[in-house]
């Protein structure tokens, strides 16, 4: 049971249907998508336009009452019923009980088929009855516009308030027409209209998170491809090194046991003791010379990453044995802005860096060659990369709409300060806020929220055309 707007593509749901079921029953293929699934029906039953006749004596309702008692006749469980303005044709109200009747029978009988209506207690029928499933033509509120999009499992509204306020009908014929239908109906549609949002909403949502976790997951794979190849590496090199002691060790071993042999044969024999001495400290400086010990030469030490060793300044000549007095170029131990020291007092000084005045240690004060009196070209930035850069993705995913409706004031007062920020910093120039009729509530809060915001010089109802007073239009500064 197909709902939704007029002109929202509901008859071209319920002809894409029908046309697509008749192209495959003929032997043609449908254009669908590969994992698509089709049945194969006995009879097709059609009930689409308007067969009234003047010669056969048949009005519009009384033309789709013959095709519902055709219908009722012949259809069995094999059988596909596709009927457009179901119920249509007569008095609203005896029509929508025929239709929900004839409905009841339909699903009695076991037929497949679908049906669009504009009725509300068939859409409640749907919605209480095993065997029957409500649908919905998607419509966008704001830009007042079909998506041609079908919902399944929730009916839907009729927009017929909203589409009535966009033809610019007059505000006085639209509210007594309200009071007239009484506000049951306005509510009930109101909530179809609200179902609609929400379900927008927390797709936009889910896919958004989809997006995120596969995002994490790639991640996470990287991450964990180059820690075992961190540790493989690393294993590599403990054993290479190891080999390499041992070789060393084994060296070292052999020539001392040499040397011993020497010692022993010479019977402590001064100058032939120290010549074998001799020739073991030269055997070591050769082995040291080979392998590179010492020399930064050994493979293993230059496969290993380099820290990189800060270079450090050369001081003013005097300044590494002179103390620090009032007037001295400074910097602070790991920092590179210069100071000006103000004062000395025992071991501590007081030192100004710009526009921070500090009392340090005088053993953390080195001196510098650098003037801290001379204006930097460029103001320090104490922005950092990741910073940086989630900065610039927030500029790029930034939207110039935000929808706060069905928030409570103080949440979306909240969302709304974030938002005005980000705009005012992206110079976005131009903003929309969505916070819908209702009470007025929630738009005047925001109003007055916006008369306190310095970055804001106007704001204003949008167009009636594209949402009227359930926007707010903010030009910024």
Known sequence: VISGPNAGGKSVCLKTVGVLQYMLQCGLLPPVHDNSHFGIFSDIFVDIGDDQSIEDDLSTYSSHLRNMKTIVGNGRPGSLVLIDEFGGGTEPQIGGAIAQAILHRFVDLGLWGVVTTHYQNLKHFAEDTDGLVNGSMLYDRHLMQPLFRLSIGNPGSSFAVEIARKTGLPQEIIREAEEIVGSDYVNLDKYLLDIARDRKYWENKRMAIRQ????????????????????????????????????????????????????????????????????????RRQMESAKGVGSGGNELLRRAPKAKKPKPEAPPAGAASRPIAVGDAVKLDGEG?????????????????????????????????????????????????????DLRDRQLSFKRDIDVRGMRVDEALQAITYFIDDAVQFSAGRVRILHGTGTGALRQAIRRYLDTVAGVASYRDEHVQFGGAGITVVDLA
Do not use: C, W
Request: proline share 3%; no cysteine.
């Open 212 to 283: 995120k976790e596969k995002k994490l997951e790639e991640a996470l794979r990287r991450y964990e491809e180059e820690a075992e190849t961190l540790r493989s590496q690393r294993r590599e090199i403990i054993g290479e090194a190891r080999q390499e002691a041992r070789k060393i060790l084994e060296g070292s071993n052999a020539a001392i046991e040499r040397t011993i042999r020497t010692i022993r044969e010479a019977q402590a024999d001064r100058e032939r003791t120290q010549e074998a001495r001799r020739k073991l400290e030269q055997e």
């Open 337 to 389: 802005t210069p100071g000006r020291v103000l004062e000395v007092s025992g071991k501590r000084a007081t030192v100004v860096f710009g526009m921070l005045k500090t009392t340090v240690d005088t053993a953390r004060l080195r001196h510098t060659a650098a003037d801290p009196d001379r204006a930097p070209s460029r103001p320090a930035s104490f922005v950092s990369t990741a910073t940086a850069d």
